[in-house]
């Protein structure tokens, strides 16, 4: 049940529920009405505040006035409020916008050809399908091992010192170990390197078709690839 509170001497009086909405408390029926009527935005917030505090001041005893370091508090929690709304608002109206420049850059990629982690690489009439590798730091020594469908490694390439970042191999040309050319299929690539000696970690890509843009769970966009895998934009490590 709501009570009221009398204020002033000429007998006004405001529910308990909107004068613990003033001050910021808030009791088990309170609570109850509250939830029963709904969640306030900031701006309503704001009004009954305002309300609140002229009605308040409009009704206050001149022998006891209300106190200004508690109405200063109580100003400063009200626009707190307002200014986090405003700000939430915002993020939510930015989210939205990047979601759609996202969308739109995936689709500009549409029957391009990407750099993206993968193992394979394809040999077809004596030429290679474009592959490269990928490290997050700079490399002393950068090596690619070709290996065939029987497992056995046909060939290493020694890219020497590389910098951090994507290094692409474009134009291989695919012979094994003694200069023969490698026939037609598709071959395991796997990237690896060494700091000062010490073994490091490098990561494979392979090239790929764009084909289509996908909405991922999280709402993102992503592009499937012509190996039927999936990736989010963030994955392409480079555009050929």
């Known amino acids: 049940m709501t009570t009221n509170t009398s204020i002033g001497s000429n007998g006004a009086t405001m529910s308990q529920t909107l ?77 939205t916008q990047l979601s759609a420049g996202q969308g739109a850059q995936a689709a500009s990629l549409i029957g391009g050809t990407v750099l993206a982690p993968g193992n394979t690489m394809t040999v ?50 695919p012979t094994d170990t003694t200069g023969a050319t490698l026939p037609d299929g598709t071959y395991t690539i796997t990237a690896g390197g060494t700091v000062n000696g010490t073994a490091a970690t490098a990561t494979a890509l392979s090239a790929s078709l764009v084909e289509s843009v996908v909405q991922q769970p999280d709402g993102t966009a992503g592009v499937m690839l012509s190996t039927g895998k999936t990736i989010p934009l963030t994955s392409i490590a480079s555009i050929l």
């Open 124 to 173: 077809s009439g004596g030429k290679a399908s474009t592959f490269g590798v990928q490290s997050a730091n700079a490399l002393s020594d950068m090596t690619v091992s070709i290996t065939n469908s029987a497992g056995q490694v046909v060939q290493t390439i020694d890219l020497g010192a590389q910098p951090a970042g994507v290094v692409p191999i474009a134009g291989w040309t």
């Open 19 to 95: 004068l613990n909405t003033m001050n910021g408390t808030s009791s088990g029926s309170a609570a109850s009405s509250s939830s029963s009527t709904g969640t306030q935005s900031p701006a309503d917030l704001q009004n009954t505040f305002l309300t609140l505090l002229v009605t308040q001041l409009q009704n206050q005893d001149p022998t006891n006035p209300t106190d200004s370091s508690q109405m200063t508090s109580q100003l400063a929690q009200i626009s707190t409020v307002s200014g986090i709304g405003q700000l939430n608002t915002s993020l939510s109206s930015l989210a």
